[in-house]
Nanobody, 115 residues
């Protein structure tokens, strides 16, 4: 069973950047897609970015042009580069793996953007 561990969250000022990483415990074989979700206080969890095994990506409208999802198959990591951060990006960010054996979630990493 794949385990996912996120890192890279923290406090940043508006306009700044952060890079989140999601480390998987094994290779990506059998994983259909990797995604980043986020959940702000009092709100539902929402999809931020998704990267399929075929290399296709899609992003939430609110982050298009600012966030980039990428994958390193050698290091078994998926990253989310977040630029031009806004206070409304403040949330707990979760890594998600859509696998042939089911859906997996990481424990989450907190991103706080101050104005």
């Amino acid at each position: 069973q794949v385990q996912l561990v996120e890192s890279g969250g923290g406090l940043v000022q508006a306009g700044g950047s952060l890079r989140l990483s999601c480390a998987a415990s094994r290779s990506f074989f059998g994983i259909n897609a990797m995604s980043w979700y986020r959940q702000a206080p009092g709100k539902q969890r929402e999809l931020v970015a998704r990267l399929t095994s075929g290399g296709n990506t899609n992003y939430a409208d609110s982050v298009k042009g600012r966030f980039t999802i990428s994958r390193d198959n050698v290091k078994n990591t998926v990253c989310l580069q977040m630029n031009l951060l806004k206070p409304e990006d403040t949330a707990v960010y979760y890594c998600n793996a859509d696998t042939t054996g089911g859906v997996l979630w990481g424990q989450g990493t907190l991103v706080t953007v101050s104005s």
